[in-house]
């Protein structure tokens, strides 16, 4: 049996409007070219649809069958088109999200609450096991964005600037540094550096202030643990 999409669309044209005439105002085409498209309908099914009582065109029990198959098809039909069209144009669809910190998990649902308000139909699958290192996953395709605490040097990625938090140093009020108006690399030459960190490369300390000078190829005195001293 082969019954195409237009069989589908006939059938139901010719229930909304009763004839074959009503039928060809909407699917604009002339009656008997509908006719012929109905008797190729019932020869793929091989019986007939309708029942010709007068003038009019009643269904059988096949053809309220096919009505009923027809509705379905239809309906998804328009369903596809439309999805198609709102996922063609932004408007839907799935953003893949993970982040290099878990801090930014305190902002980032307000953020999304107001984003669902202007994108309903957009959903935002948050991928937190990918937490700390989401680039690698962002490269092979597994995520669609991620938010980084610094810029990346690679030009396979395009960045976007969101904002500037202020690193600030909490110290003890008797600690050597109070006197400075602010802290520069070389004051961690002699000291140690504990972070929550797996790695220094997550810390913003080190990325953002550390990294670039050259003595710390000899800061023999950083480490990371990767669990708190405490059970916070």
């Given at each position: 049996m082969?019954?195409e999409?237009?069989?589908?669309?006939l059938?139901?044209?010719i229930?909304?409007?009763?004839?074959?005439?009503?039928?060809?105002?909407?699917l604009?085409?002339?009656?008997s070219?509908?006719s012929?498209?109905l008797?190729e309908?019932?020869?793929?099914?091989?019986?007939?649809?309708?029942?010709?009582v007068?003038?009019k065109l009643?269904?059988?029990s096949v053809g309220e069958?096919?009505?009923s198959?027809?509705?379905?098809?239809?309906?998804?039909?328009?369903?596809?088109?439309?999805?198609?069209?709102?996922?063609?144009?932004g408007?839907s669809?799935?953003?893949?999200i993970s982040?290099?910190?878990?801090?930014?998990?305190?902002w980032?649902?307000?953020?999304?609450?107001?984003?669902?308000?202007?994108?309903?139909?957009?959903k935002i699958d948050?991928?937190y096991n990918?937490?700390?290192?989401?680039?690698?996953?962002?490269?092979?395709?597994?995520?669609?964005?991620?938010i980084?605490y610094t810029?990346?040097?690679?030009q396979?990625?395009?960045?976007?600037?969101l904002f500037?938090?202020e690193m600030?140093?909490?110290?003890a009020a008797?600690h050597?540094?109070?006197h400075?108006?602010?802290?520069e690399?070389e004051?961690?030459?002699?000291?140690t550096?504990i972070?929550?960190?797996?790695?220094?490369?997550?810390?913003n300390?080190?990325?953002e202030?550390l990294k670039?000078k050259?003595f710390?190829r000899?800061?023999?005195?950083?480490?990371?643990?990767?669990k708190p001293?405490?059970?916070?």
């Amino acid at each position: 049996m082969n019954i195409e999409l237009r069989h589908f669309k006939l059938i139901k044209a010719i229930v909304e409007k009763e004839s074959l005439l009503g039928a060809s105002k909407i699917l604009h085409q002339t009656p008997s070219a509908l006719s012929y498209q109905l008797k190729e309908a019932e020869l793929q099914v091989g019986t007939p649809l309708f029942d010709r009582v007068g003038k009019k065109l009643v269904l059988t029990s096949v053809g309220e069958r096919f009505l009923s198959s027809a509705g379905v098809i239809l309906e998804e039909l328009d369903k596809l088109t439309y999805d198609i069209k709102q996922l063609n144009n932004g408007q839907s669809g799935t953003i893949r999200i993970s982040t290099e910190c878990h801090t930014t998990y305190y902002w980032l649902p307000a953020v999304l609450r107001k984003f669902a308000q202007h994108y309903p139909d957009v959903k935002i699958d948050v991928r937190y096991n990918s937490t700390g290192h989401p680039l690698p996953l962002l490269l092979a395709g597994e995520l669609d964005m991620m938010i980084s605490y610094t810029y990346k040097q690679d030009q396979r990625i395009r960045q976007l600037e969101l904002f500037r938090d202020e690193m600030q140093a909490i110290m003890a009020a008797d600690h050597p540094f109070t006197h400075k108006a602010h802290l520069e690399a070389e004051d961690f030459t002699q000291v140690t550096l504990i972070t929550h960190a797996s790695s220094l490369e997550q810390t913003n300390i080190y990325e953002e202030l550390l990294k670039e000078k050259s003595f710390c190829r000899r800061m023999s005195s950083i480490f990371h643990l990767q669990k708190p001293l405490l059970p916070w």
